[in-house]
């Protein structure tokens, strides 16, 4: 699976955007979806994931209320729609795919994650 994210640039405090994650090959639907993030000078942190198979979604308390995970597996895009966007929130967002988790306690854990998208930036001005 490879994966292409995009909808990154910037924007001012409060205001929103898009982020696409385009998969190609076979099987989307079978894959759990993450964003993931790193700011400049920080570790990479888990934003949402979507499971595969019901739609339901898990946030970080960080965006929780702001950001939503969506996906069509249709047309094998998974989707973050974040609103009410806040400087802390400026950093390279990441897309990913988990092929196999036991459960969705693991969905935040970055090294679980099968494949990586390449990055887009968010930058969010005060």
């Given at each position: 699976v490879q994966l292409q994210a995009s909808g990154g640039?910037?924007?001012?405090a409060g205001g929103s955007l898009r982020l696409s994650c385009a998969a190609s090959g076979r099987s989307f639907g079978n894959y759990v979806m993450g964003w993931f993030r790193q700011a400049p000078g920080k570790e990479r942190e888990f934003v949402a994931a979507i499971n595969?198979?019901?739609?339901?979604?898990y946030y970080a308390d960080s965006v929780k209320g702001r950001f939503t995970i969506?996906?069509?597996?249709?047309?094998?895009t998974a989707y973050l729609q974040m609103?009410?966007?806040?400087?802390?929130?400026t950093a390279i967002y990441y897309c990913a795919a988990l092929r196999f988790a036991l459960d969705s306690g693991t969905?935040?854990?970055?090294?679980?994650?099968?494949y990586w998208g390449q990055g887009t930036l968010v930058t969010v001005s005060s």
């Open positions: 640039g910037l924007v001012q595969r198979s019901t739609g339901r979604a969506s996906r069509d597996n249709a047309k094998n609103n009410s966007l806040k400087p802390e929130d969905y935040h854990q970055s090294g679980k994650y099968d």
